[in-house]
């Protein structure tokens, strides 16, 4: 039986944010510059928090009684329905960053879109979540146009964080039988709609920092559709899912 | 470059051991919590320029929700009273009692003023 | 607390027979409860022992991001999560709420930071203990929050405007922190017996490192006598462990949990516990460098440090250029 497309449109959604926000987590107490600390905790905590709307959504949908931490806590990697992009490590400051803005600028604008979803209960979730990730797009754009054209070290690394990451950016654009069927159904957008301006926008920020976006268009595929994770999530989920897996049906 | 005493001019320099790096420097923050209310210093923070600043503002010193407007002043722009300055600044205006409300008894039948 | 042994001028408290005019007039001021700013006359002894306080303080909160950043990425819920994940951030908002404090007084925050690296200056012992299990995220909140607020509630009225400013802001920030920690603690200790268990053994490894946290007793100390007549410190380092057990022990009852000490019990006529002093020798030990987790907080602090100088160079750098390229275009 296929699964329900809007089932696993919210678990992509949620698992996005789960996942990145777990990453930038891992920085805390560790960032280059208290400020800096600070920032990145506060982006977290917003994809924490969006996290819990999309998979609590997401459970609803569902009906089989599942809440969103038991989504996020007890399901393996092959159910896991983020991209590729979210689950790459940290890396250096300059490729946390780098990620970020690769993937707040797909973000922004698909939760713009999604504030005209059909279904009221995306709309109202994407309205709160669009305004959080507008400030993680400025902040996150900033940061790698200083970066980018700072230091030659700076802007070695921003390049190289670039390269690194460039073939993860097309799986956010790329639409599957999920993503048709929501477009379908006026839940969530046409992806290939969001590309233009996606495009745009990185062109600017991207000649403002200096940075050459690569001359080509191959994309990573198998993180939203589960198909093939990277084995980067597998070993985030042991450690994120190690208590409840554990200690099974404690309550913390 | 600005030095970290810079706010606070009078203030003799530790004797210099060390060459001063390269720092990010300070910036002082005012945050209008409510509309119509003034803006209020709020704290310090470091930032390499005043888009930053803001930002970081932002991220510190309003994650309770607590702001509506930020300023950010770079903390060597900031002119100041010397702590000579007190008296010939300040005490005139302790004479000026009448420029406080309670200086007036207004009757009770009055109402409220 | 988190500032701990802070040595002032080490000469005692003066007479105001052997001040100087200004000292007197100083000391007439802190005893009628004003609050000195950065730009007044302060004597030097006043400024070093506010900047070692404030900057040990300060670094305190720093490297106690650390023990429970351990934990961040196994939080059992999202909620559990994100609410550990605030508190964590609000400490890297108090360290620098602190350190913007210090630098009123002609220090700047690289200069504080470096001189932590280096193992020049010190931060709460508490930190050099590591966090083992998820309840330690309880206890941690719970007993270290608790005695870190015993000593900056007090601290709110210090003498010296920027730290009492600080230390309100933090004060106001922190009332959610010792809350979570006990709220996990009910949880654990109302939980299977194998939570009960964590919140026990979290208990036994936290009690005497919190109790350590206040210092050795100071009664006799001629830093604590002149810290205390310029109102940098408010407490002794015995009245504020006594409180801290006082508030402390019948919040343990109520978790069910047994506090690792024997000799614990209810004193009548002095109306408060009586109670086991923790062993000084661990404490002093743990000063030196020789705590379970010395080694790897510094280095963890290092390595932020190291590592992030490549970013806060090319921000600048980038922030320079900009500068320079808005001045041309004037």
Redesign the interface.
Known sequence: MAADPFFEFLCRMGDNT?VLG?RV??W????????????L??T??DL??Q??MW?GLAGEVEGKGRS??DL??LRDAWDFRNVLLTEQPNG???QTMMRQFLFDAWHVAMLDALTRSTDPRVAEIAAKAVKEAS?HV??SG??V???G???D???R?MQAALDLLWPYVGELFVPDSVDDAMAEAGIAPDLTDLRAAYDDHLAKVMATATLTIPDSAFAHKGGKSGFRHSEHLGHMLT??Q???RA?P???? | MSSPNSAYPDIPETPPTKPRRHEWPLWEIFIRGQHGMSHRHVGSLHAPDADMAIKNARDVYTRRNEGVSIWAVEARHIAATSPGDKGPFYEPSESKVYRHPTFFDIPDDVGAM | MYAQMVKSTGEGVKSPEDMTAEERAFQERIDAGEKIEPKDWMPAGYRKTLIRQIGQHAHSEIVGQLPEGNWITRAPTLERKAILLAKVQDEAGHGLYLYCAAETLGVSRDELTEDLLSGKMKYSSIFNYPTLTWADMGAVGWLVDGAAIMNQVPLQRTSFGPYARAMVRICKEESFHQRQGYDIMMKMANGTPAQKRMAQDALNRFWYPSLMMFGPSDQDSVHSAQSMAWKIKMNTNDELRQKFVDQTVPQAEYLGLTVPDETLAWNDDKGGYDFAEPDWSEFFDVIKGNGPCNVERLAARNKAWDDGKWVRDGLLAHAEKRAAAKVAAE
Do not use: K
């Open positions: 789960l777990h987590s891992e805390c107490g560790t960032a280059p510059v208290l400020e800096e600390d600070i920032a905790a506060n977290a905590l924490i928090g996290t819990q998979l969103a931490d996020a806590m250096d400051f300059g400030y400025e902040r900033d940061t146009i200083g970066l054209d700072g230091t070290e700076s802007h690394r450690e994120m190690w208590l409840q200690y049906g404690a309550t913390w």
